[in-house]
């Protein structure tokens, strides 16, 4: 098993996370509303030294799934039509109508007996047949699934979440694969939990956590072993020898430590990798460990004795984020910087790659008869590959990566979103069926807008370009360059010619879209987010100066400068243009007064203006776990009506469908949800 870290991983692998902790009570309450999304039984006790929460008797009678929200329509089907559109009157009964997408997947398991396949997604967990891939039953959860791993009898998956909320993500949550219902949770961990393992027998759970410590699990009862102690850093990866008396432990300090399961004793240290260790892997045998750290190095080591045995390198300093041995051990497979690399395990000879065009992003899993490898990519699917002969076999459709931006046609008929890398999918909005998909860029496609007939679409990109389409055949028309680094937002004047386009380290251009021309140039420092007012008379944009600027198209010149309290990632004017609203002020655009100051991200206005939908930003203080959510707000007022949620991660998007009966929302979760008035 293993785990990866990235950007946002390191700034918590430290234990000066801690204290920001919340109290014991506002824990209490978190954690009781987690077990509430996951099934409504499991009172976890406050955070003490080594407590636990009591694991939950199975019942004969089987519970039925948790369903924290409306039953959910996947893209491809249609969903149910708004019946009246969303006003103030009637915003407390707005609900979810439909989710497109399944969500990002992050790490794939096969059950010991080979008969399921779990993949640990943004949403929660799905299982599916092995033999025909099919969906057979999901496990919904509060957060992310970082990582995920079965009992050997199969009847248990143990799993841990991950997001922004560092204290909800301490928890091991244990679920009854056969009742279908949680167990309980094992709480002992100060920080995040990194990797979760099964001892051989069954009785033991492991954990590795950023707070440096190993702890073990009485799998049965849920107590609390002991805390193993030693690393100088986090603990990133944890492995049961087969004969599940030796347990092995790597960290970000770059050291290996074998213990005595059973007494929690070190017996040795294995120190010579220069860099944080990422992924450990015991042989069936038990007699060799493989251990793989963030500069490519895999270094497999004679257990019994202490000494490596030889030294496996891939291309120079590229990051290995997972090392496995086939069941059979015969083959042992590593990912580096993404490519899958299979080696003969007793020779170390190099056998061949078997994954190139799409990043592993998670851990390797082997079907227990070695004969297919198991993996999620860079793009958040799942593939499935023949060991023996490298061949790619199929994949698991559903899964996307995180949807960066979100556009409606104005006829409200087709929707665009930009989820797989440099891609543009264009769905039809009624029936969530994929029309067609746009690739000419070059680079992450960070922001799409129609053009006011629907016929035309921009979109921009981190490859520096923006690029004109025609939403009809698919077809880049036109390729709009001058920007020096990143495009990160575009838009369209309401006369569907006057096109804008806001550079992440520059200015904003305007260009006449129709002949590529570029007609003017407004001063900004790196722009986050643009909008044309419905006159097209004033553009506004936010940038990373924590500055929104108001601008006349016509003559160039800067009218106002709002200072904002947070960096501005959406802005939005009224139907009406009287009004301009970032993620946390709201303006009156003719005398630059604040209105009303929020704490969100991304806006939209109904088109009859009466509400502000926003998404919410996660305040560290709040007792509320649920950070991606949306609000809706009377403009009027300044009331908030109602709270959206769903989403599993950060809200990218939300926009009004033009008749203003549903509202779209999209989210680094990897879904689309449509939300409206059943």
Same mark, same amino acid.
């Given at each position: 098993?293993?785990?990866?870290?990235?950007?946002?991983?390191?700034?918590?692998?430290?234990?000066?996370?801690?204290?920001?902790?919340?109290?014991?009570?506002?824990?209490?309450?978190?954690?009781?509303?987690?077990?509430?999304?996951?099934?409504?039984?499991?009172?976890?006790?406050?955070?003490?030294?080594?407590?636990?929460? &009591?694991?939950?008797?199975?019942?004969?009678? @089987?519970?039925?799934?948790?369903?924290?929200? &409306?039953?959910?329509?996947?893209?491809?089907?249609?969903?149910?039509?708004?019946?009246?559109?969303?006003?103030?009157?009637?915003?407390?009964?707005?609900?979810?109508?439909?989710?497109?997408?399944?969500?990002?997947?992050?790490?794939?398991?096969?059950? @010991?007996?080979?008969?399921?396949?779990?993949?640990?997604?943004?949403?929660?967990?799905?299982?599916?047949?092995?033999?025909?891939?099919?969906?057979?039953?999901?496990? @919904?959860?509060?957060?992310?699934?970082?990582?995920?791993?079965?009992?050997?009898?199969?009847?248990?998956?143990?799993?841990?979440?991950?997001?922004?909320?560092?204290?909800?993500?301490?928890?091991?949550?244990?679920?009854?694969?056969?009742?279908?219902?949680?167990?309980?949770?094992?709480?002992?961990?100060?920080?995040?939990?990194?990797?979760?393992?099964?001892?051989?027998?069954?009785?033991?759970?492991?954990?590795?956590?950023?707070?440096?410590?190993?702890?073990?699990?009485?799998?049965?009862?849920?107590?609390?072993?002991?805390?193993?102690?030693?690393?100088?850093?986090?603990?990133?990866?944890?492995?049961?020898?087969?004969?599940?008396?030796?347990?092995?432990?790597?960290?970000?300090?770059g050291a290996v430590r074998i213990w005595n399961a059973q007494t929690g004793q070190l017996v040795r240290r294995l120190e010579e990798h220069d860099r944080g260790v990422i992924s450990i892997a015991f042989s069936p045998n038990g007699q060799t460990l493989a251990s793989a750290d963030g500069k490519?190095?895999?270094?497999?080591?004679?257990?019994?004795?202490?000494?490596?045995?030889?030294?496996?390198?891939?291309?120079?300093?590229?990051?290995?984020?997972?090392?496995?041995?086939? &069941?059979?051990?015969q083959i042992l497979a590593t990912t580096e910087d993404g490519a899958v690399r299979l080696w003969d395990a007793r020779t170390g000879r190099f056998l061949r790659i078997i994954q190139r065009e799409a990043r592993a992003v998670g851990g390797i899993a082997f079907s227990p008869d070695s004969r297919t490898l198991a993996l999620a990519?860079?793009?958040?699917?799942?593939?499935?590959?023949?060991?023996?002969?490298?061949?790619?076999?199929?994949?698991?459709?559903?899964?996307?990566?995180?949807?960066?931006?979100?556009?409606?046609?104005?006829?409200?008929?087709?929707?665009?979103?930009?989820?797989?890398?440099?891609?543009?999918?264009?769905?039809?909005?009624?029936t969530g069926r994929r029309l067609r998909t746009l690739k000419r860029h070059s680079d992450e496609v960070t922001s799409v807008a129609f053009a006011p007939d629907g016929r035309t679409l921009a979109s921009a990109a981190s490859d520096a370009t923006i690029r004109i389409w025609d939403v009809q055949t698919g077809q880049s028309v036109r390729t709009l360059e001058g920007h020096r680094f990143g495009v990160t937002s575009v838009a369209f004047a309401p006369d569907g010619r006057t096109l804008a386009s806001g550079g992440k380290y520059g200015a904003v251009f305007i260009w006449d879209a129709q002949t590529g021309q570029r007609l003017r140039v407004l001063e900004g420092g790196g722009v986050n987010s643009i909008a044309f007012s419905p006159d097209g008379q004033l553009l506004a944009f936010s940038d990373r100066d924590y500055i929104v600027s108001l601008w006349d198209v016509q003559t160039g010149q800067r009218l106002r400068r709002f200072e904002v309290l947070s960096m501005a990632t959406s802005i939005a004017f009224s139907p009406t243009g009287q009004i301009l609203a970032s993620g946390d002020v709201v303006w009156d655009v003719q005398t630059g007064a604040r209105l009303r100051e929020l704490k969100g991200d991304a806006v939209a206005f109904s088109p009859d203006g009466q509400i502000l939908a926003l998404t919410s930003s996660f305040d560290q203080t709040s007792q509320n776990p649920f950070r991606d959510t949306i609000q809706l707000w009377d403009v009027q007022t300044g009331q908030q009506l109602s709270t959206l949620k769903g989403h599993t991660d950060r809200i990218t998007g939300i926009l009004f469908a033009p008749d203003g009966r549903t509202l779209v929302s999209a989210s680094q979760d990897g879904t689309i949800r449509l939300w409206g008035i059943p």
């Open positions: 098993m293993s785990f990866r870290l990235d950007r946002r991983d390191r700034t918590t692998g430290s234990l000066q996370v801690t204290s920001r902790r919340p109290s014991h009570r506002i824990m209490g309450r978190l954690l009781i509303l987690v077990s509430v999304w996951l099934g409504g039984c499991l009172p976890l006790l406050p955070p003490a030294s080594d407590t636990v929460a &009591p694991l939950a008797a199975p019942s004969d009678t @089987p519970t039925p799934l948790p369903t924290p929200i &409306p039953p959910l329509a996947l893209a491809g089907t249609p969903y149910p039509q708004p019946a009246q559109p969303i006003e103030p009157g009637n915003a407390g009964r707005v609900t979810q109508l439909a989710r497109w997408g399944k969500g990002t997947a992050r790490t794939t398991a096969f059950s @010991p007996d080979g008969q399921t396949l779990a993949v640990a997604s943004s949403l929660g967990i799905y299982l599916h047949d092995t033999a025909s891939l099919t969906e057979v039953r999901f496990i @919904p959860t509060i957060a992310p699934v970082a990582h995920i791993a079965f009992s050997p009898d199969g009847r248990t998956i143990a799993f841990a979440l991950f997001n922004n909320i560092v204290w909800l993500n301490d928890v091991i949550w244990l679920w009854d694969t056969q009742a279908n219902q949680p167990l309980g949770g094992l709480k002992g961990h100060m920080t995040q939990v990194t990797d979760i393992a099964f001892a051989p027998d069954g009785r033991t759970i492991a954990s590795g956590s950023f707070d440096y410590t190993v702890r073990l699990w009485d799998a049965q009862t849920g107590q609390p072993l002991r805390v193993l102690e030693g690393h100088g850093r986090a603990v990133t990866s944890v492995a049961f020898a087969p004969d599940g008396r030796t347990l092995a432990s790597g960290g970000e300090d490519g190095v895999i270094r497999l080591w004679d257990v019994r004795i202490g000494l490596r045995i030889r030294e496996l390198r891939g291309q120079e300093g590229r990051w290995a984020s997972s090392v496995a041995f086939a &069941p059979n051990g990519t860079e793009a958040h699917t799942v593939r499935l590959w023949d060991v023996q002969t490298g061949q790619f076999l199929r994949s698991l459709t559903g899964y996307t990566s995180g949807v960066k931006a979100v556009a409606l046609s104005p006829d409200g008929q087709t929707l665009a979103s930009t989820a797989e890398a440099y891609a543009i999918q264009l769905w039809d909005a009624q």
